[in-house]
C-alpha cells in the first residue's frame, strides 16, 4: 500500500512524513501496517529467549540471542513514537478529520523513533562483530561480558536522544536540548567498548596464527576471507562516518552542519557503510547453509566488499565537502548556473561516480548469490544447513548477572530516562495552547 501510492505520486512527503504536507490515507495506513508487523517478530523473538531460560534454568542466554533480543525491545521502544504520530495526528488529517496539525508535536514524536531506528540497523552488525569476526579470524572473542555489556548500552543510551535532530527547531528550550546532547555523546560508550573488545579478539587471532611485534598480529590475520575484511573496511567507515556524528550532536557545532549534505553523509558511512558492508559478509557467511548454494568465489565476495566501501567514500567524501560550504539536503535540484554555487557540480559528479560503484557492487553481490549450487556432500560438517556456529568467548561464562541475562531490569531504566527526555517536551504541547498548521494534502486534494 505505502510503495502504490509513492509510485502513483500520491506520497511525496519523504521518510520524516513533513507535516504539514499530507499523503494519501493508504500510504500512511500501510506504513502503519508494516509497523504492526514487526512488533509481531519482536514479541516472536522475546518469546523464543524466554522459552530458552524456561529450559536452561541459570545458564546465559547464547550472546547471538541476548543481542537480537535487545535489538526488539529496542525497536518495540522506538516505533512508539512514530506509531503515535501517525495513528493520533497524520491519519486523521489524511482521511480529513482534522484540518490543522501540531507540527512541533509531529516532529517531537518523530524524533522519539528518527535516530534509534539507527541502532535497530546496526545492531544486527555489531552481532557479527561479537559472534561471527572471531571465529571467521581463527581466535576467540575477547570478553563475553563486554557484548552484553554492549547491547545493554545500546538499548538505554539509543533511545532518549532525538531531540538532537531539533537544536535548530524553536518550539524545545535549550536545557533539554542539552539533555539531549549529552545523552547522545553517552551513545559513543558501545561503539568504543566494541571498537576495544573486537580489536582485542582479532589481536587473539593473528598471534594465535603466528603474528609477532607490536603490531604483526594485524599482518596475521586472514584477510582473504570475507567477514574478516568486512568487519575491518567496517571499523574504517565507522571512524569517520562515527566523528561526523559527534558533529552532529554537539550542541554549538551542529548549526554549521544542520539539514546539509554533511548529514547525509554521515547517515551513509554509518548506515550504508558500516552497517550494510556486515549485511553483506553475514550474507556470505550463512548463504551456504540457508540454502546449499556457495555464495560466489572467495576472490569475487572480497571485491564486490572493497567496490561497495570505495563507493561509499566516494558518494560521501564530496557531501561532507559541500555541507560544510552550506549545500542543503533535500532539494529536487539546484540551479548550478548560478555562479554562487556553481563549483559544487564537479563534487556532485564526483558523488554520483560513487553511486555508481555503489550499483556495480550491488549487483556483483547479486551475482555472488547467485552462484552455482553445491552438493551437499561436499560442504563441510559445520556448515550444515540451518546450522551456524558462533565464536566461542575466550572465558566462555558459565553464569553471568541476572541484569546481563535479561532485560526487565534495563526495561525499567529506559522507561526512566525517557521520562526524563520527553516527558515535559511532550506534555507542553498540551499544557500550552501552540500555533497550529492548516494540513496540506500533496496528492492534488486540499
Known sequence: MAVATVFMGRASVLYTFYPPLIASPFYYIGTVLVIAGSWIWCVLMIM???????????????????ATVANAILWLWTTI?????????????????RQ????????????????AIVYFWLIPSYTAFYTMAPRAAGGRLFSDMMGRLTFVAFLLYSLPVGMHHLFMDPEHSTGFKFVHMFLTLLVTVPTLLT?????????????????????????????????????????????????????????GVNAMVHNTSWVTAHFHLIFGGTAVIMYFAIAYEIWPQLTGRQAGELRSQR???????????????????????GQWRRVAHFNYADPVIAWWAPWVDMS???????????????????????????????????????AQALHPPH????????????????????????????????IIDPPRAVVHHVDGVR
Open 48 to 66: 523464543a529467549m524466554a522459552r530458552f531460560k524456561r529450559a536452561n534454568p541459570g545458564m546465559p542466554v547464547p550472546l547471538a540471542m541476548f
Open 399 to 430: 553464569r553471568v548477572p541476572i541484569v546481563l541475562n535479561g532485560f526487565a531490569t534495563w526495561n525499567v531504566v529506559v522507561l526512566v530516562l525517557m521520562l526524563a527526555a520527553y516527558a515535559y517536551p511532550i506534555a507542553q504541547f498540551f
Open 303 to 325: 571485491t564486490q566488499l572493497w567496490l561497495w566501501t570505495i563507493g561509499m567514500f566516494v558518494l560521501t567524501l564530496p557531501w561532507h565537502w559541500l555541507g560544510l560550504a
Open 195 to 251: 571498537v576495544f573488545t573486537i580489536t582485542a579478539s582479532m589481536e587473539i587471532a593473528g598471534r594465535l596464527r603466528g603474528g609477532q611485534g607490536l603490531f604483526g598480529w594485524i599482518w596475521a590475520l586472514p584477510w582473504d576471507r570475507p567477514m574478516v575484511l568486512a568487519t575491518g573496511l567496517s571499523f574504517v567507515m565507522l571512524f569517520w562516518g562515527g566523528g561526523g556524528g559527534l558533529i552532529n550532536m554537539s550542541y
Open 81 to 97: 513514537g512514530v506509531a503515535a504520530e501517525v495513528l493520533f495526528l497524520v491519519l486523521p488529517a489524511a482521511l480529513g478529520w
Open 352 to 390: 554520483v561516480v560513487g553511486g555508481f560503484i555503489l550499483l556495480v557492487s550491488a549487483l556483483l553481490f547479486v551475482r555472488n548469490l547467485a552462484a552455482r549450487p553445491i552438493a551437499r556432500e561436499a560442504m563441510a560438517p559445520a556448515s550444515t544447513p540451518n546450522r551456524i556456529i558462533y
Open 100 to 115: 490543522t496539525l501540531d507540527i512541533g508535536l509531529t516532529r517531537t514524536l518523530f524524533s522519539w523513533t528518527l535516530h
